[in-house]
Nanobody
């Protein structure tokens, strides 16, 4: 089992920035990928970005160049720096971990945290 605690969301104007953080505990392996997801109202949860234990990063096209994912392995913590935010980025943001990047990309995992709400006003 994995416990996930996300933080850092809030209300921001379009063009603004937020930095999300997530602490993972439980069955978290050093080789795990760590990832961020989001779910807008009325839509399915979608993969946003992932980072490997060696620092390799992967992004969905809509956030490339605006979002930066990073991790602190010693703290089992993953971050998401979000710049140039747009109203369409409004969603509840979640993190998760898995040994498989393809599994993370499906966004269909067993355990989820409470998420953190990001609202971008136009």
């Amino acid at each position: 089992q994995v416990q996930l605690v996300e933080a850092g969301g809030g209300l921001v104007q379009a063009g603004g920035s937020l930095n999300l953080s997530c602490v993972a505990s439980g069955r978290v392996f050093s080789r795990s990928f760590m990832a961020w997801f989001r779910q807008a109202q009325g839509k399915e949860r979608e993969f946003v970005a992932a980072v490997g234990n060696g620092g390799g990063t992967y992004y969905v096209d809509s956030v490339k160049g605006r979002f930066t994912i990073s991790r602190d392995n010693a703290k089992n913590t993953v971050y998401l720096q979000m710049n140039s935010l747009k109203p369409e980025d409004t969603a509840v943001y979640y993190c998760n971990v898995d040994l498989s990047l393809p599994a993370l990309r499906t966004a269909k995992l067993h355990w989820w945290g409470q998420g953190t709400q990001v609202t971008v006003a136009s």
